[in-house]
């Protein structure tokens, strides 16, 4: 079991930065890749980023590339979004999430929701004109 706490979320002007932290806790060492996606106002849920270490791998949606860069710390409890050049279409609320190993054809899908199985409760990021 996994529990994942989402933080760093806040109102920032277009142009200036955030980084969002997720600090998982409990069984951890099973986990194999954590990503991040956002849900905007009356849209869809959308991937944003993953990094994963079986296989080692980051990845970005396209919208994001550049901009945002995903990362986990030393103890590998903890991973980042670190965000700039926000713009207004970034407002959303941001969720972490985390994948167990579930077979060879699951590790190359670490940018759909179904390979996940924890969610964090999602932190809102506002970014205004």
């Known amino acids: 079991q996994v529990q994942l706490v989402e933080s760093g979320g806040g109102l920032v002007q277009a142009g200036g930065s955030l980084r969002l932290s997720c600090a998982a806790s409990?069984?951890?060492?099973?986990?194999?890749?954590m990503g991040w996606f956002r849900q905007a106002p009356g849209k869809e849920r959308e991937f944003i980023a993953y990094?994963?270490?079986?296989?080692?791998?980051?990845y970005y949606a396209d919208s994001v590339k550049g901009r945002f860069t995903i990362s986990r710390d030393n103890a590998e409890n903890t991973v980042y979004l670190q965000m700039n050049i926000l713009k207004p279409d970034d407002t959303a609320v941001y969720y972490c999430?985390?994948?167990?190993?579930?077979?060879?054809?699951?590790?190359?899908?670490?940018?759909?929701?179904?390979?996940?199985?924890?969610w964090g409760q999602g932190t809102q990021v506002t970014v205004s004109s």
């Open positions: 999430a985390a994948a167990n190993d579930h077979g060879a054809y699951y590790r190359g899908r670490y940018y759909s929701q179904a390979t996940y199985d924890y």
């Open positions: 409990g069984r951890t060492f099973t986990l194999r890749a």
């Open positions: 990094i994963s270490w079986s296989p080692p791998n980051t």
